[in-house]
């Protein structure tokens, strides 16, 4: 019998004898992809932050893999989420700016991780901010998504706009509750949502609008921090202990289930923060979102799966968040056909140590006007802000990019430049030109404009 054949025997098996977790849970793994939004590298516990406690994020590295060279292949929000979902560049298709998803969407030619798995026999949810289509064929339920609850775009977190309960209705629905604050209730849908559906392998996305702007807490988030004397930083804190406290309810249900253990769980930022208009921390590392400096595009990332996975591990060497979907498609039994071209890779024998090489030698990135190379330990990079000129790094000896090599090896720049060139020369052109931000018109009153909506 195939496997995917059998796995569906075994989940029918399971419902009909009425077992709690279900015998399919020994044949395929769930999948938690929790994606925060515009948080620096250098936020979080495990990631050396002290100034702002989030023990049961931080859980998830205490139990997991910390990744030290976790990437992003965009440095914004919409470009981000396209590549995570797919497992491809986004630039291969198009999807380069925000303005893709305001315009009309991901592409339809493109397939998701939620609709692949659905075919494996998985029930799937997606909880948050979409930010990939806002017409209705774009929306999360015409992409592989059983149940949608959150917004399609950027929103505030009181009275968020464009809000779907896919439950009451797929249209747009206003949300007049004024205690309803998006980051605590999309941590008590999922719970629901897990208790519903245990019984069955299940896909959970939860990409939370934290601590994506405006900024805004409830007040007894901001209470905790009345030390802070620094408005928008107290905020920025108030708004990341709900955010923690949401995973902590997430990831609570799931050991509730019995489920820990049979659960593959990704944590990743969307992009580097922000720092002049949220206060969030990029570290040592230079520039911000938007920019292909390694603050707009490294990130927060580790990944938990208890069990198969050595607990407590750093991992140096580079991934990035294109290698979800291979290493999903891989734990749940689905062969990966060439003719998908993905381009990330299954990280599980590079996590687990069967494969001792970098699960990466090359990594892209094409953003606008800017675009990097990473080879080994090398890049070659044109940002915003820069000289103009690209610009080589050793990352190994400076990951602050503070000294330009590209006089002192020329011949380097020369072999990074055509690696790129070939590269970029399979990419497509972008599906929508770049929206022009508004810098007259500030998040909230606590914010300068922001550059990049």
């Not at 747009?172 to 004024?178: E, P």
């Not at 993905?342 to 599980?348: A, I, Q, R, S």
């Not at 000289?387 to 602050?400: K, M, R, V």
Request: with cysteine; net charge neutral.
């Amino acid at each position: 019998m195939a496997g995917k054949q059998l796995a569906r025997w075994l989940g029918v098996a399971g419902l009909v004898l009425g077992g709690t977790i279900g015998i399919l849970d020994a044949a395929q793994p769930n999948f938690l992809v929790i994606l925060v939004d515009d948080v620096g590298w250098g936020e979080f516990g495990f990631q050396g932050a002290r100034d702002i406690p989030t023990p049961h994020i931080d859980s998830l590295a205490a139990n997991g893999v910390r990744f030290t060279q976790g990437y992003v292949s965009g440095p914004y929000c919409s470009p981000t989420r396209a590549g995570l979902l797919t497992g491809r560049y986004q630039t291969r298709f198009g999807h380069e700016f925000n303005s893709v998803a305001n315009v009309s969407g991901l592409p339809l030619s493109e397939r998701t991780l939620a609709e692949r798995l659905k075919e494996a026999g998985y029930v799937t949810c997606a909880i948050g901010k979409w930010h990939l289509g806002r017409n209705e064929p774009y929306r999360p339920m015409r992409r592989g998504f059983d149940e949608f609850y959150g917004t399609l775009a950027n929103t505030p977190f009181f009275h968020p706009t464009q809000f779907i309960d896919s439950r009451v209705s797929p249209d747009i629905q206003q949300i007049a509750d004024d205690t309803f604050y998006t980051t605590e209730a999309y941590g008590k849908r999922a719970v629901e949502w897990l208790e519903k559906n245990h019984h069955r392998p299940w896909f959970l996305y939860l990409p939370f609008n934290a601590q994506h702007a405006p900024l805004q807490a409830p007040q007894r988030y901001l209470d905790r921090f009345a030390h802070i004397g620094d408005e928008r930083r107290r905020t920025f804190a108030a708004m990341m202990a709900a955010l923690d406290e949401a995973v902590g309810q997430v990831l609570e249900k799931i050991r509730q289930l019995g489920q820990e253990e049979n659960t593959l769980i990704f944590f990743v930022s969307d992009n580097g923060g922000p720092t002049r208009q949220t206060t969030s921390s990029n570290g040592p590392l230079r520039g911000f979102k938007a920019t292909t400096w390694e603050g707009g595009i490294r990130v927060p990332f580790c990944v938990q799966w208890k069990g198969k996975y050595p607990a407590g591990t750093v991992y140096e060497h580079p991934v990035i968040q294109l290698d979800i979907v291979p290493t999903c498609l891989a734990a749940a039994g689905v062969k990966i056909e060439p003719e998908w071209k993905l381009d990330g890779v299954d990280l599980t024998p590079y996590l687990t140590g069967q494969n001792r090489e970098r699960p990466h030698q090359t990594l892209y990135w094409r953003f606008g006007n800017q675009w990097a190379i990473r080879h080994g330990d090398w890049k070659l990079v044109v940002a915003n802000g820069g000289s103009g000129q690209p610009e080589l790094y050793n990352l190994a000896e400076d990951i602050a990019e503070s000294q330009n090599l590209a006089e002192r090896y020329p011949e380097r720049v020369t072999e990074l430049k055509r690696l790129y060139d070939a590269w970029n020369a399979e990419q497509a052109e972008p599906l929508a030109p770049r929206e022009r931000p508004n810098r007259n018109r500030a998040q909230n009153r606590n914010q300068q404009p922001n550059p990049n909506p």
